[in-house]
Structure formats: structure tokens, C-alpha cells
């Protein structure tokens, strides 16, 4: 479903990815761990688009860019609409209501009509959780309720594959769980995800495969059960003990 080949992304003279290579099939949960700096938001963004890649491949589903040609600017949109970005911070229009802010991504990138837009977001804001705070700005709301506002609003664009950046790392540590369950939620429902995560316990619970990434590069991929009690790669052990 999902492919990358040969990712490298450069910033001025700094190469933060220095060949990625990556396939996740329809419906698998892919946790990305490693240091800061190691590449992890960055590969992240750079499969939403929102940092177009040096050089190499990415296709989704039936949709190819080769970043080693001139890219038709016209594809960028079509393509980011097959991810849902979750971002760290909540990035919430703080004008407009949870509801509001489920609807603006139909209604405007879409252009569905409001009806419907309304329905879908009041339905994916009680499958987070969220039912009885439709009408909440985002300054009456914690920040995990926020972050699952962020959830649904992705969710509502109705992406092929979800991508979660560190989406609990603005979080007190009480909130971390009901954002976690959500996100557990979308897994058993067969929903293709990628976490960049130091959640260690959701990447063993719920994670098909996970990644570790170091300078920029795959360093070792694996089953939650391999990855944490039997890694092959010396940096992998190193960073395990410094984190358990």
C-alpha cells in the first residue's frame, strides 16, 4: 500500500535522511522510535508532503512521486489527501468549535456540503470520545481532548493511511492514556497507521512492526517481540536501556 524508496531529504548542507527504504502493507501499525534528531518527524513530513524530499520514491496506493524529476504541483494536493496528519501540538482553529473544526477540512478541501460534513464530524467526534463537547472552543478543552479534536479532524478527510507525530508528547502524563486508547481503537479497527512514538508500551502492545531510526537512517525493524526483548543492533540495545 505504501512504499518509499531510496527517501533522502537534505536541509542546505544537513542530510536528515540519508536513504530510507520502507513498505507497510493495508492495515498494519508501523511505531517509529529513536533519539531526537534522528529523522523520525522528518521522514513523517516529508510522506505528507509538508517537506518535499530530496530525491526518491513514494507511492500510496496507486499514487507515485519520484522526486527525482520535476513534481506536477497538481499531484501534491491529490497525494496529501491520502495521509491524516495528528501533530504534536494541537494546531486547532481556536475560533471555531470542536465541531468546526472537524468540518473545516471537508467543507473546504472537498467542497462537501455542509449537512454532511456536519454528520460525519459529529459521528468521528463520539468515536473519540468527544460527543458531548461538540460545541467547546479549543481553550475549554484539556489537551488530550484537543488532541483528539486533532484525530477526528484527520479522520475526517477519510486518508488512506493515518500519521501521528509524538502525539502525546504535549501531554500531562494523566491525558497520555485516553489519546492512546483512541489511537488503539483505530488499530483494531484495521486502520493503516504510522507512530513516531517514545510510548514504548503502546509500540509493544500495539505496533505490527517497529522501527528504529538513528542519523537518519533504518538502524533495525522487527515485531514489538524482537525490538524490545532481543534486538540485533548494538545502537538499538543502547538506546532500549537508556529509555527502560
Known amino acids: 500500500m505504501i512504499s518509499i524508496k531510496g527517501l533522502h531529504k537534505k536541509f542546505d548542507q544537513l542530510e536528515v535522511l540519508k536513504g530510507i527504504d520502507l513498505n507497510v502493507e493495508k492495515g498494519k501499525v508501523i511505531v517509529i522510535i529513536g533519539p531526537s534528531g534522528s529523522g523520525k518527524t522528518t521522514m513523517l513530513r516529508c510522506l505528507n508532503l509538508l517537506e518535499e524530499p530530496t530525491s526518491g520514491i513514494i507511492s500510496i ?4 512521486l519520484d522526486f527525482s524529476k520535476k513534481i506536477d504541483k497538481k499531484q501534491i494536493p491529490v497525494f496529501r489527501r491520502l495521509t491524516g496528519m495528528v501533530f504534536q ?49 479549543p481553550f475549554q478543552l ?44 483505530l488499530a ?13 508500551r503502546f509500540a509493544q502492545e500495539v505496533a505490527d512492526e517497529v522501527i528504529f531510526m538513528d542519523g537518519g537512517v533504518i538502524i533495525e525493524r522487527g515485531n514489538p517481540e524482537q525490538i524490545f526483548t532481543n534486538p540485533k543492533e548494538e545502537r538499538t540495545k543502547q538506546f532500549l536501556n537508556l529509555i527502560q
Open 61 to 64: 496506493e496507486d499514487q507515485v
Open 188 to 200: 483494531d479497527e484495521g486502520k493503516t497507521m504510522i507512530v513516531v512514538s517514545h510510548e514504548m
Open 142 to 185: 484539556s489537551g488530550g481532548q484537543q488532541q483528539r479534536v486533532g484525530i477526528a479532524r484527520a479522520l475526517a478527510m477519510e486518508p488512506k493511511v493515518m500519521l501521528f507525530d509524538e502525539p502525546t508528547s504535549a501531554l500531562d502524563p494523566e491525558l497520555v492514556g485516553e489519546v492512546l486508547k483512541v489511537m488503539k481503537d
Open 89 to 137: 501540538g494541537y494546531n486547532l482553529f481556536p475560533h471555531k468549535t470542536a465541531l468546526e473544526n472537524v468540518m473545516e477540512g471537508p467543507m473546504t478541501v472537498k467542497k462537501e456540503a455542509r449537512d454532511a460534513a456536519r454528520k460525519r464530524a459529529e459521528l468521528l467526534l463520539k468515536k473519540v470520545g468527544l460527543g458531548d463537547k461538540l460545541d467547546f472552543y
